[in-house]
């Protein structure tokens, strides 16, 4: 039993390693440059000024959760670009699989591969085993105006925000 919880504790602290504390609202996201599915280069830089943004970490192209989750963001594309924001998803994935993702189910945004997972450690989503699943809407400025969590939940993560996203624009 002491070399189990000798284990779990040495696994918790080198999987804590190189991990950046997650953002939270009224943070300024870090700055990247990452590939789309299409090898093209997506810069946030770039992006800014323009629309919120909405960033979903996601941790596997066209397993079941994560494709529902796509899947929701791309039903309500339409209620996205209504309330003024784009949609992007990240994870490790490569160029090729996020492609293949996309085609597959219809996806109308960027999914933006982080195979070394510079973004996803520098947003703090680098969990233990997977990719953590957090979204984050994002203002023109680069601040964090919210964050949904929900490792299990998939399907929420579109609802939630457009929930806020409702309520931003009634002020």
Do not use: W
Request: aromatic share 10%.
């Amino acid at each position: 039993m002491k070399n189990i919880l000798i284990l779990l504790v040495t696994f918790t602290f080198f999987s804590a390693c190189g991990q950046t504390k997650q953002p939270d609202v009224g943070d300024t996201i870090p700055m990247f440059t990452l590939k789309n599915q299409d090898g093209k280069t997506f810069n946030m830089k770039d992006s800014l000024g323009k629309k919120m943004i909405v960033i979903f970490f996601y941790p596997k192209d066209e397993s079941a959760v994560c494709t529902k989750e796509a899947c929701t963001f791309r039903d309500s594309a339409s209620l996205f670009a209504q309330l003024g924001a784009i949609v992007i998803g990240i994870n490790q994935g490569s160029v090729e699989s996020h492609k293949k993702f996309q085609q597959a189910d219809n996806l109308p945004y960027q999914l933006l591969s982080d195979p070394d997972e510079t973004v996803i450690k520098a947003f703090g989503v680098h969990g233990a085993l997977l990719t953590d699943r957090v979204t984050f809407v994002v203002d023109k400025t680069g601040v964090i105006v919210f964050k949904y969590h929900s490792m299990t939940q998939g399907s929420k993560h579109a609802s939630e925000v457009l929930q806020y996203l409702r309520e931003a624009n009634k002020k």
